[in-house]
């Protein structure tokens, strides 16, 4: 087990390095009048960073500051402030990977189905409206149902314990603030799950994505004089696919 003032450490410097990344990505779509003004690729890589920052920062960098106190090292919160932080972290932990699915949609439309710069706009608003709605419902949900408090894992979020921890073991004598019922422990099930199904739809989206354009490449070499000159390079004509290969990984 790694000790609990280690783990915090580990958490923010984690957490850092990723909303310094992300907020890169924010400024540079932000300050581009091109990017932020006719790009999809970019208005959807901003609303995937912004969700991220929600995540990684007041989950890892916040850590346990905002827990009620006494509850894990560095704790100086509250019930209050632990719930306000965890119904942010739930918004970026569902609205990120929802926001990766949208990315690869993307993809897939333009790259594999030909969609026209015309329908993709159309079809645009969706790539934001299932990632924020979703993530805000299950957020506001949970919230509500009092799912989310102080984790074992030193953050706030949705969490199967009730608290303060070991309260609601069958031997405990410490009465619960906050227990667990059927409709906590769903809630918290969908919010570690979640995530998970995600990487499985974009994994599988971007594979055909990926076989898609890599069948283009292929029929385009049948044609190409070069390329039948130099069987030997016919692996390095096929650059597309295997841009879209890393983008998807």
Same mark, same amino acid.
């Given at each position: 087990?790694?000790?609990?003032?280690?783990?915090?450490?580990?958490?923010?410097?984690?957490?850092?390095?990723?909303?310094?990344?992300?907020?890169?990505?924010?400024?540079?779509?932000?300050?581009?009048?091109?990017?932020?003004?006719?790009?999809?690729?970019?208005?959807?890589?901003?609303?995937?960073?912004?969700?991220?920052?929600?995540?990684?920062?007041?989950?890892?960098?916040?850590?346990?500051?905002?827990?009620?106190?006494?509850?894990?090292?560095?704790?100086?919160?509250?019930?209050?402030?632990?719930?306000?932080?965890?119904?942010?972290?739930?918004?970026?932990?569902?609205?990120?990977?929802?926001?990766?699915?949208?990315?690869?949609?993307?993809?897939?439309?333009?790259?594999?189905?030909?969609?026209?710069?015309?329908?993709?706009?159309?079809?645009?608003?969706?790539?934001?409206?299932?990632?924020?709605?979703?993530?805000?419902?299950?957020?506001?949900?949970?919230?509500?149902?009092?799912?989310?408090?102080?984790?074992?894992?030193?953050? %706030?979020?949705?969490?199967?314990?009730?608290?303060?921890?070991?309260?609601?073991?069958?031997?405990?004598?410490?009465? %619960?603030?906050?227990?667990?019922?059927?409709?906590?422990?769903?809630?918290?099930?969908?919010?570690?799950?979640?995530?998970?199904?995600?990487?499985?739809?974009?994994?599988?989206?971007?594979?055909? !994505?990926?076989?898609? !354009?890599?069948?283009?490449?292929?029929?385009?070499?049948?044609?190409?004089? !070069?390329?039948?000159?130099?069987?030997?390079?016919?692996?390095?004509?096929?650059?597309?696919?295997?841009?879209?290969?890393?983008?998807?990984?």
């Amino acid at each position: 087990m790694i000790p609990q003032l280690s783990l915090q450490i580990i958490y923010k410097v984690g957490g850092t390095i990723s909303c310094l990344g992300s907020g890169y990505i924010i400024q540079d779509v932000l300050r581009n009048p091109d990017k932020r003004s006719k790009s999809i690729y970019h208005r959807i890589m901003l609303g995937l960073s912004t969700m991220d920052i929600f995540f990684t920062f007041f989950a890892f960098v916040l850590g346990s500051w905002p827990m009620p106190k006494g509850s894990f090292p560095w704790a100086v919160g509250s019930i209050a402030s632990c719930d306000v932080v965890a119904f942010i972290v739930a918004v970026g932990q569902l609205g990120s990977p929802l926001y990766n699915c949208s990315l690869a949609s993307f993809y897939s439309l333009q790259l594999k189905c030909n969609w026209t710069d015309r329908k993709m706009k159309k079809a645009e608003k969706w790539f934001h409206i299932v990632p924020c709605s979703f993530a805000l419902s299950y957020s506001i949900t949970a919230l509500c149902t009092n799912t989310f408090g102080p984790t074992t894992s030193g953050f %706030c979020g949705a969490t199967f314990f009730g608290y303060p921890h070991g309260c609601d073991k069958p031997e405990s004598e410490v009465e %619960c603030i906050r227990n667990r019922g059927e409709i906590n422990r769903v809630l918290t099930l969908i919010g570690y799950l979640w995530p998970s199904l995600c990487i499985l739809c974009v994994s599988i989206v971007m594979f055909q !994505v990926y076989g898609a !354009v890599h069948n283009i490449e292929v029929n385009a070499e049948k044609y190409s004089f !070069v390329v039948k000159l130099r069987e030997h390079e016919k692996k390095k004509t096929r650059k597309r696919s295997r841009r879209v290969m890393t983008q998807g990984i």
